[in-house]
């Protein structure tokens, strides 16, 4: 069992940045792949980003390629997302999530994701 807690959510104006945080409880992390998701209102949830195991391989929606960074540090049990360039369309509820099946790689389907995190709430102004 592992809790996930996301922080660095919050308001922000069109064109702003914004660091998530995702501290996970268990020193155990580095075995788990990593996602971020998002859920805007009266939508589905949808896939944003995911990092491996060890952090080489990431994964990007396309509507976020070249503005997110995703990332890990696993001597600190944490994960990143980093948000540039943020749009009004980015405003949702962002949610991170542990894999501790996959071996290689990481997936883009929040179905495969065993642990999640409360969510936080980020509003890009426009």
């Known amino acids: 069992q592992v809790q996930l807690v996301e922080s660095g959510g919050g308001l922000v104006q069109a064109g702003g940045s914004l660091r998530l945080s995702c501290a996970a409880s268990?020193?155990?992390?580095?075995?788990?792949?990593m996602g971020w998701f998002r859920q805007a209102p009266g939508k589905e949830r949808e896939f944003v980003a995911a990092?491996?195991?060890?952090?080489?391989?990431?994964y990007y929606t396309d509507s976020v390629k070249g503005r997110f960074t995703i990332s890990r540090d696993n001597a600190k049990n944490t994960g990143y997302l980093q948000m540039n360039s943020l749009k009004p369309e980015d405003t949702a509820v962002y949610s991170c999530?542990?894999?501790?099946?996959?071996?290689?790689?990481?997936?883009?389907?929040?179905?495969?994701?065993?642990?999640w995190g409360q969510g936080t709430q980020v509003t890009v102004s426009s």
């Open positions: 999530a542990a894999d501790m099946l996959r071996l290689r790689g990481a997936s883009i389907k929040s179905t495969e994701y065993q642990y």
């Open positions: 268990r020193r155990t992390f580095s075995a788990y792949a």
């Open positions: 990092i491996s195991r060890s952090g080489d391989s990431t």
